[in-house]
């Protein structure tokens, strides 16, 4: 098994970048395969890795094909690698993600990109009513310096029915809860970089054990499981 992002990744994307069409890619499949082998069994060891501290439900890797139907760019290939980890559900929320890309464009994101609409109301809900262990959370030294603070989509102003001046208005008026954590070409080639990203992943878990609490509990606390 594979234990390391193969070096000829970010080569091989970077020419694809120059020449993104069908029949390049045709002709030079047979090098994509071989490196997207390697790459997906890095991904299986990174799930093993974090299979020793959390419950992974699955593990997803994304296809290189783009879906042009309804985008303005109709080049018809990625030029990264992107992969999953679902966490066992219903008891467990959030999500892990792994994108390889060349020029210093890997990150890895952990959280909630898209809450439905219950899960979103009840967040909101919980920091309308006290939002202390949130904040607690995120102002914990060892968190903060892996993940720093919430990125994602949020309004302008407060969410139907609720007060746009209440002090935990900047974590009620988000419609995602995620965290971005970048790395350099450099960094993702480096020997021991599955093993970085697991540690961060490690250190997400307090947020993911809240979450979770709150997303499986009503407002006073009793499960809905």
């Known amino acids: 098994m594979s234990t390391t992002i193969p070096k000829d990744t970010f080569s091989f994307f970077n020419?694809?970048?120059?020449?993104?069409?069908?029949d390049w890619f045709n002709e030079h499949k047979p090098e994509f395969k071989a490196i997207e082998a390697k790459v997906k069994s890095a991904y299986s060891h990174l799930g093993?890795?974090?299979?020793?501290?959390?419950?992974i439900e699955k593990m997803k890797i994304f296809r290189i094909?783009?879906?042009?139907?309804?985008?303005?760019?109709?080049q018809p290939y990625k030029t990264h690698f992107g992969g999953s980890f679902t966490r066992k559900k219903p008891e467990l929320r959030g999500g892990y993600y792994l994108h390889i890309q060349p020029n210093n464009e890997s990150f890895i994101a952990t959280g909630f990109w898209e809450?439905?609409?219950?899960?979103?109301?009840?967040?909101?809900?919980?920091?309308?009513?006290?939002?202390?262990?949130?904040r607690a959370i995120l102002n914990d030294k060892t968190f903060s310096k892996t993940w720093?603070?919430?990125?994602?989509?949020?309004?302008?102003?407060?969410?139907?029915?609720?007060?746009?001046?209440?002090?935990a208005i900047d974590l009620i008026r988000k419609k995602?809860?995620?965290?971005?954590?970048?790395?350099?070409?450099?960094?993702?080639?480096?020997?021991?970089?599955?093993?970085?990203?697991?540690?961060?992943?490690?250190k997400i878990r307090p947020y993911?054990?809240?979450?979770?609490?709150?997303?499986?509990t009503n407002l006073n606390g009793e499960s809905l499981l």
């Open 15 to 22: 020419k694809l970048a120059k020449n993104n069409d069908r």
């Open 48 to 55: 093993e890795l974090m299979a020793t501290h959390d419950q």
């Open 65 to 74: 094909y783009r879906d042009v139907r309804f985008s303005k760019n109709k």
């Open 115 to 134: 809450p439905n609409k219950e899960d979103l109301l009840r967040i909101r809900k919980e920091f309308e009513m006290d939002d202390s262990e949130m």
């Open 148 to 167: 720093g603070s919430f990125v994602g989509d949020e309004l302008k102003t407060a969410p139907k029915g609720f007060d746009k001046e209440h002090p």
């Open 176 to 202: 995602q809860y995620i965290f971005i954590k970048k790395y350099s070409d450099k960094e993702v080639l480096q020997d021991d970089f599955l093993e970085n990203v697991n540690d961060a992943f490690k």
């Open 208 to 216: 993911f054990d809240y979450m979770s609490d709150v997303l499986t």
